[in-house]
């Protein structure tokens, strides 16, 4: 799993690289860990501002991190998708790049799979219609997956990054611009861009009060081009309990629908049942 999920990260990074492109997350596993934040833990934060269940601080008060639900109801899988979006992205978008998937939240919506999108505040400005149309969906919850899109590590697949004193205000502005978009269902949990965070990053993430979403399985669908091999990746990969990682921009990530069609049947076909990222938590919780 760790040599694998190496892997894919180093084809992201390389993909980021051979493309131009600047997002990346997802592919990515962490460049430095924060220590183990361990197990979540068993009393439930006092921030859920909308009510969704969220982990305790970990040690020394630091923003707590969710990879997967370590003891599941059940064969549960969560399948979360990254709206990526950096800040600098506008004239690419405005000269005809497709940053979102409309066809891939209508797969969702045909095969009935409810999921989270981690949005960033930028994506929710250039595709406010979509955004309010996926948050208004009762199959969907948004997460934060920071305004910019920019890293909150020093080293990141060359992103530009967020200067320690700013990382709360960028999550914070994704909020806002979700609010201004009218999302609705907007759970408090936040991914870091490239999935790339340190120590530093989750004391300066404390006073938001948000839960850190990572993952267990990366699908590799960033900048892949064979849709049967990301569906392997996917299906070798899910555990119960499981948070799977890919991404709702066509522009770096074309096989997603294909990949969500073929991957989808067979899973339930195993048994499996697919929640919402919350759902995971909740379950983790209580654990
Ligand atoms: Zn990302």
């Not at 990526?84 to 045909?110: K, V």
């Not at 250039?126 to 910019?148: C, K, M, T, W």
């Not at 201004?180 to 269902?185: D, F, K, L, P, S």
């Amino acid at each position: 799993m760790i040599s694998s999920l190496r892997r894919t990260a180093l084809t992201c990074a390389l993909g980021a690289l051979a493309l131009g492109a600047t997002a990346c997350s997802g592919g990515g596993a962490e460049l430095s860990h924060p220590g183990r934040v361990g197990r979540p833990a068993a009393s439930p934060s006092a921030v859920a501002p909308t009510g969704p269940p969220t982990l305790a601080p970990g040690p020394a008060g630091l923003t707590p991190v969710f990879r997967s639900a370590p003891e599941p109801k059940g064969r549960t899988v969560a399948l979360t998708f990254d709206a990526d979006m950096t800040a600098g992205q506008g004239a690419r978008a405005a000269s005809g790049e497709h940053f979102d998937n409309p066809r891939l939240i209508a797969a969702l919506r045909a095969l009935r799979v409810p999921a989270t999108v981690f949005m960033t505040g930028r994506w929710a400005e250039q595709y406010p219609v979509q955004a309010r149309d996926i948050g208004g969906d009762p199959l969907f919850e948004v997460a934060n997956h920071s305004y910019s899109h920019y890293a909150f590590t020093g080293d990141c697949y060359g992103l530009p990054s967020v200067p320690g004193g700013r990382m709360r205000a960028d999550v914070e502005r994704a909020f806002a611009a979700f609010r201004r978009a009218r999302v609705g269902h907007v759970v408090p949990y936040f991914r870091f861009p490239g999935g790339c965070y340190d120590r530093r990053a989750l004391r300066a993430l404390t006073p938001a009060g948000v839960t850190v979403v990572q993952w267990d399985v990366v699908s590799g669908d960033a900048f892949a081009t064979d849709a049967d091999a990301v569906t392997r990746q996917v299906l070798d990969g899910v555990r119960p309990g499981s948070v799977v990682v890919m991404h709702c921009t066509r522009s770096a990530a074309p096989t997603t629908e294909r990949v969500v069609r073929a991957v989808v049947p067979a899973l339930r076909a195993k048994g499996f049942r697919f929640v919402r990222v919350s759902e995971l938590v909740g379950a983790a919780r209580k654990a």
